[in-house]
């Protein structure tokens, strides 16, 4: 049995799949996921896990090359971005408006719900390689 980091076997299955430039997604409780992607659904109730606490788990797994958010954080979720932008600073980031975000959803893998219900606390992630160039 895995006795350290993400235990949620779909979750570290999705991540374990991902390839260079592949898209996933950590969205709210409410983000709604385009068909043909693949939901990790790990809502139990609101606020429960928070988008940080899933996203701290992500990070220690993955590797991340760039990401994707809402114009509408840096006004409605202003202490959501500096966490965003402090655990990736390496990481380009990109940001569009929230209907495009979820247009762009369709092109992710999978996407992770969180018990999140803060405005807009979503965020495309592009897989990034693990060696040294």
Known sequence: MKKSGILNAQLIRCIAELGHKD?????????????????????????VPTFKQVMDAVLAETEVEAYTIANEIEEKNPELLAYIQQSLPEAEESRIDHVDLKKMSAQCKFAIRTGEFTPYPNIILRAGVAFPA
């Open 23 to 47: 898209l996933f997604m950590i969205g709210d409780a409410g983000m709604p996921i385009p068909r043909g992607v693949e939901i990790v659904d790990l809502v139990v109730c609101g606020g």
